[in-house]
Each structure stands twice: as structure tokens, then as C-alpha cells.
């Protein structure tokens, strides 16, 4: 495992962490989502879909519509960021698997 191996990981594992105002199920199932993973009740399945396939396109009413739901800014920021770990993280296993694919790539 490289150093950035273990620091995926360790990103990976602090989306499910303690601390938090939002509950630890529901931020993995965020980043699960925006991995392509299955969807969840709104809003948070197309915030979570949407920020995985274009973050850009995310709209305001999807960020507001995850607000009234957490009812806190810090906890919609939450998801928001569970959702952008989870889809970065997608794409980093994606990368990690074509290296090791590749026939001329260094280990």
C-alpha cells in the first residue's frame, strides 16, 4: 500500500466517523450514492447521484431542499462533502484499478 493508499483509506473512513451532526449511516450512504451506489430517500439521492455524475449541475433548490432537511447549514455541509468524498474516491479505485491494469505502468 502506497502513502496515497492509505490516505484514501483513511478519507474513506472518516466519512463514517463519530464526529459529526449528521448521523454516520447517512453520510456513507451519501458517498455511496455519488459512487453510483443505490439510491436513498430525498433529498439526499439526487444531490448525492447529482454530485457524483456533474457536481456542477448541482442547483440551489437541491442544496436548500438538503438544508431544510438537516435543518443546519454545518449538516447539509456534511452531506455535500460525504457526497463530493464518495464520488472522488469512486474515481480515485477507478485509476487505482487501470494502473494496476496497465502493462507498462510502475507498480
Known sequence: ???????????RSRIGGTNGLTEA????KVAARAAGGPP??????????QIGE???RV?????SAVRRATASDRAAFEIVMSAAVGAGLRRWDAARR???EASDAPP
Open 59 to 63: 442547483t440551489d433548490d437541491q442544496v
Open 54 to 56: 456533474a457536481a456542477y
Open 25 to 28: 449511516g447517512l453520510r456513507l
Open 40 to 49: 436513498l430517500t430525498e433529498p439526499f439521492d439526487s444531490l448525492g447521484r
Open 98 to 100: 487501470a494502473l494496476r
Open 1 to 11: 500500500m502506497t502513502d496515497h493508499d492509505a490516505l484514501a483509506e483513511a478519507l
